[in-house]
Every structure is written in structure tokens, then in C-alpha cells.
């Protein structure tokens, strides 16, 4: 069974930075795309930012030059965030696309204060 674990999300000051984690377990032959989406209280769920199998990056707009995400082997994904201002707060979710299928995690909460 394909699973999704993030970790890292927090409470942390406007301004600060955070990273955040993600592993994925089980049997998987081929990842085509790790990434991270978002969902803010009373709000959709929205693109942060993924990275394809070859390395290539995709922000939203909102988050460009603040956030980067990475890989450091085939099942880890990261977020990091810089510069986190209040409308980042959210719910950040681990996404992957997986041997046709797409997969998500549990959710990590972030929370930005003034």
C-alpha cells in the first residue's frame, strides 16, 4: 500500500522559514511527479509547487522566490519556505503521481503569526 508521510509543519513567525517533508512508502515503480498543494480555511485546495522526475519546478505565482522544493532521493520530497507570511497559513499536503495513479498525504499544518 502506496502512503504519503509529511512532517515539519509548525507555528512560526511572520517572516520566518520552515521546511517541510515528505516520504513516500510502499511498492512504486515509477514517480512521475512529487509535490506540495495547499488549503487555507474556507478555501480550495491549491498548487504550491511540484517537481517532475527529470527535476523540473513548477511554483504558483504566490510563492515564487519564496518557496523551493527538492528531492534528495526517488520517495523524499521537500518544501522549503522562506519569508512565510500570514496567507501562507494552511494545510500543506504531499501530492505524487505514481505508476498512473496520484496519491496524497494526511496533511501538515502551518500556521504563520504576526
Known amino acids: 500500500q502506496v502512503q504519503l508521510a509529511e512532517s515539519g509543519g509548525a507555528l512560526v513567525q511572520a517572516g520566518g522559514s520552515l521546511r517541510l517533508s515528505c516520504v513516500a512508502s510502499g511498492t512504486i515503480l515509477r514517480i512521475n511527479n512529487m509535490g506540495w498543494y495547499r488549503q487555507a480555511p474556507g478555501k480550495q485546495r491549491e498548487l504550491v509547487g511540484t517537481?517532475?522526475?527529470?527535476?523540473?519546478t513548477v511554483y504558483a505565482t504566490s510563492v515564487k522566490g519564496r518557496f523551493t522544493i527538492s528531492r534528495d532521493n526517488a520517495k523524499t520530497v521537500y518544501l522549503q519556505m522562506n519569508s512565510l507570511k500570514r496567507e501562507d497559513t494552511a494545510v500543506y499536503y504531499c501530492?505524487?503521481?505514481?505508476?498512473?495513479?496520484?496519491?496524497w498525504g494526511q496533511g501538515t499544518q502551518v500556521t504563520v503569526g504576526s
Open positions: 517537481v517532475t522526475s527529470s527535476g523540473n
Open positions: 501530492h505524487m503521481i505514481a505508476d498512473v495513479r496520484q496519491y
